[in-house]
Every structure is written in structure tokens, then in C-alpha cells.
Nanobody, 115 residues
Framework: QVQLVVSGGGLVQPGGSLRLSCAAS????????MGWYRQAPGKQRKLLAR???????NYADSVKGRSTISRDDAKNTVYMQMDSLRPEDTAVYYC?????????WGQGTQVTVSA
């Protein structure tokens, strides 16, 4: 079965950086489109960035210019480098693997941006 294991969250000061990782197993990773989402308390889960199986990346306006999504198909892992973090980036971050009607989620990792 599909398993997505997310790591790299934590507490960071405003202006700091984090790199999230999502390691996949149980799928042919290279053919899946991968995405990073976040959900703040009381709010809907929102797409932040997506990278296609071909490596094309797209970003939500909220993180554009501050974040970079990348993938290493040899390691079955997708990354999200986040820089210039702000308090409003505080949320639980999730990765998603999608292929057609298939959609799988990782367990989420808390990112807290606070002084």
C-alpha cells in the first residue's frame, strides 16, 4: 500500500528556513505528481506547491518566491524548502501523491513560526 512519511517540521523563528521531506513507498514514485499542502487551525487544507512527474513546479501565491519544491525520483522523495518563514506559515504540512483518481496523503508535520 501507499505510504508517505513526512519529516522536517518544527519550531523556527520568523525569517528562518525549513526543509520538509516526504518519502514514498508502495508506489511507482516517478509517475506520480507530488504536492505539499498545509492546514492552519480552523482553516481548510490548501495546496502550496505541486511538482509533476516531469518536474514542472507550480506554487500558490502565498509561498511563491519563498519556497521550492523538488523531487528525487531515485530516493522516492519530494522536498519543500521554505525560506523567509512568517508566523502565518504556522500550520500542519502534508504531502500528497496523485495520479488520476488516486490520491494519497502523508501524516502531516507541524511547522510553527514564532519568536
Amino acid at each position: 500500500q501507499v505510504q508517505l512519511v513526512v519529516s522536517g517540521g518544527g519550531l523556527v523563528q520568523p525569517g528562518g528556513s525549513l526543509r520538509l521531506s516526504c518519502a514514498a513507498s508502495g508506489i511507482i514514485f516517478s509517475i506520480y505528481h507530488m504536492g505539499w499542502y498545509r492546514q492552519a487551525p480552523g482553516k481548510q487544507r490548501k495546496l502550496l506547491a505541486r511538482i509533476t512527474s516531469g518536474g514542472t513546479a507550480n506554487y500558490a501565491d502565498s509561498v511563491k518566491g519563498r519556497s521550492t519544491i523538488s523531487r528525487d525520483d531515485a530516493k522516492n522523495t519530494v522536498y519543500m524548502q521554505m525560506d523567509s518563514l512568517r508566523p502565518e506559515d504556522t500550520a500542519v504540512y502534508y504531502c500528497n501523491a496523485a495520479l488520476g483518481a488516486i490520491s494519497a496523503w502523508g501524516q502531516g508535520t507541524q511547522v510553527t513560526v514564532s519568536a
